[in-house]
């Protein structure tokens, strides 16, 4: 049970070298040992993928022949992206099959404790923050503002990190609904450590919580004090963002003070709105590029609605968004535990706020883990299908 627990943390923090995926790799290895295994719950969540796959690679191979008389560089980001996912989902599917939920609940809590634990030795013992950034490939913090106070934990970024912690946050966040006082702890832990990551997961753990707050009213009205305590910091904070993020400060400026020129840039020279423009070609409109954001024929863009739009068009994006909602409704419908079922729900919304901010639609890391409350929530619902109907017989 240890080795498949440290296989699992090894697919979920394993970072990437170049073009060497390591968690994708380990990935591959825990198939080709269970490769006799046969899907079974899941199959149309991987048929969904492989449309999915199948999809870009069309689009990768027809961008591929439309520029490589312009330009010959063109990489296919989104087909190997999702390659990728079918590959670590595969792989999370041999390894939890026949894991309980107590074993679950433990892999969960090592995961989350693990990362927050990181993120706090990074930020109180910094001589090492270097020799973890070598093993996570994350090479330009020093390019940022405020890098002495901003840690990367495991991933290979501050924003990656941030939302990590920010799912750990929801899940200790719903656990503390269940009683035990270790979860309001970590909690306040992961508060703090999306304050030294990325404000972005800060803002989204806080709006997540206010939103499962008004879920919680809606059951039980003994909540609406507590969820007019969280209102006044909670305000404050996203004024606090509006003015500190780029991306909604230019909305405010752009509403208030319609304080930017005609090429939608801020007139302090900051970057905008190109975030919004619509591909003039129609094919690439309805189709996309299937590239990175940051890349040639790119989104060039943080926003991760646009870099999702400019990668998958009209198509590409309601497909990707389809199997978000696909996994949705299957966990609603499914007899697993309500709690995780909560957690699980929570977690996509906080994806789609962080979203606003970055590109955080099927990314890696926090997508291994929301895969894993996937799993378990449907492992459960069949486990309890299973020992009914043996009850029946």
Known sequence: MLIKFLLILAIVFFPKHGIFDFSTLISLGVILFYYKSKITIVKREFLYLFLIIVYFGIVSLIVTIDIISIDKFYLPYYFAKFIRLFISFYALFLLLKKINIIKYEKLLNSIFIVNVSIVFFELFVPLYKDSIYKFTNFGAGTNYPHFDYRVAGLSMGFDAAGMVVAIGGVYFFVKMFQGPFKYKIFFLLSIIATMVTARVAFVGLMLTV????????????????????????????????????EFLYALYELGVNRNFDVQGYAKDGSFLFNSFKISENPFYAIFGYGVDSFTPYGARSDVGWFQLYWAGGIIGSVLIIGLYLYMVFRVIKSYGDRYYKHIFLFIVLLIFIGNFKGGYIFARQQTEILFIFYLMIINQHYLRIKHENSISN
């Open 210 to 245: 206010f939103f499962y707050y008004c879920y919680r009213i809606i059951l039980n009205i003994k909540y609406l004090k507590l969820l007019l305590i969280y209102l006044i910091p909670l305000v404050l904070v996203l004024f606090y963002f509006i003015y500190t993020n």
